[in-house]
């Protein structure tokens, strides 16, 4: 099992800035892509940024520029750097770790969220 834990979500005015940390914990193999998702009230959740393990990034078009996704391998712990932050971006934003786990003899990969973080854009 492994467990995800979010932070760094809050308040923040027009053209602000957050960083947001997910800390991976318990039992796995290897953590392969970590990545933010984000959810807005009423809305479907979306995809926000991913890195590999080997530091590939993805973003969304409406963050890049933005928003940088960082990892720290060593302490399994992802980050999200947001920068010029619109009231658009106002979301519970998720982490997602897609892990690799030995069951028994068996490797299988599988896929884990966090609780979410809130973070509203408002002046």
């Known amino acids: 099992q492994v467990q995800l834990v979010e932070s760094g979500g809050g308040l923040v005015q027009p053209g602000g800035s957050l960083r947001l940390s997910c800390a991976a914990s318990g039992r796995f193999v290897s953590i392969n892509t970590m990545g933010w998702y984000r959810q807005a009230p009423g809305k479907q959740r979306e995809l926000v940024a991913t890195i590999s393990s080997g530091g590939s990034t993805n973003y969304a078009d409406s963050v890049k520029g933005r928003f940088t996704i960082s990892r720290d391998n060593a302490e399994n712990t992802a980050y999200l750097q947001m920068t010029s932050l619109k009231p658009e971006d106002t979301a519970v934003y998720y982490c997602?770790?897609?892990?690799?786990?030995?069951?028994?003899?068996?490797?299988?990969?599988?896929?884990?969220w966090g609780q979410g973080t809130q973070v509203t854009v408002s002046s």
């Open positions: 997602n770790a897609d892990t690799t786990n030995l069951r028994g003899s068996v490797y299988r990969r599988d896929d884990y």
